[in-house]
């Protein structure tokens, strides 16, 4: 078999209740199914005694559904779904990301007319640098990077991917 085609990523949604250890579990899951954790995020829901967590991971594809029963088999959670494009799931799926980028007064116009091409903002500008934020797409994300890389990005920090089922389809199962 070929090894390329056995790792892909996954994104998962869940729905548990809101308890200490719950996270710890649901990791330890994916540890011990050889899944790296390439993204998580953690928020209240509506109801303050449950969460969603979103998570992106990647690992040998064949183990997913397994992966989906026994994170099922947790009593804290609720609901598990897997957001696939070959399941016919479609997502919404962003990231904010702050980047500071090296910047000279002969290089300030041309970064910022790539913050303005991204509909980014600019956060902070000193006589050397300048903070810029994105909220978009994880390809969009890594877009920027790419352009601002011959300026030297100084610091880059990004938060977790947050995904939402699109239309009228639940994000992770029924809504509570």
Not at 46 to 68: H, K, M, R, T
Not at 111 to 126: M, Y
Request: charged letters at 25%.
């Amino acid at each position: 078999m070929n090894d390329i085609n056995l790792t892909k990523r996954s994104s998962l949604s869940l729905y548990v209740h809101n308890r200490p250890g719950v996270l710890a579990r649901i990791t330890l899951l994916f540890t011990r199914r050889s899944y790296n954790i390439d993204s998580l995020v953690v928020s209240a829901a509506y109801d303050p005694d449950f969460s969603w967590i979103s998570i992106e991971a990647s690992g040998d594809n064949n183990q997913v559904p397994l992966l989906i029963k026994q994170l099922q088999k947790l009593i804290d959670v609720v609901h598990v779904s897997h957001h696939a494009r070959h399941l016919g799931t479609e997502i919404l799926q962003r990231e904010l990301a702050l980047l500071k980028v090296c910047c000279s007064l002969e290089t300030r116009t041309e970064i910022l007319q790539i913050v303005d091409t991204f509909h980014c903002s600019p956060l902070d500008a000193t006589e050397g640098s300048i903070t810029i934020q994105i909220v978009g797409s994880p390809e969009d994300v890594e877009a920027l990077e790419r352009l601002l890389e011959p300026y030297r990005i100084l610091e880059s920090v990004r938060t977790g991917k947050v995904f939402i089922a699109r239309g009228d389809a639940p994000t992770a199962g029924t809504r509570k």
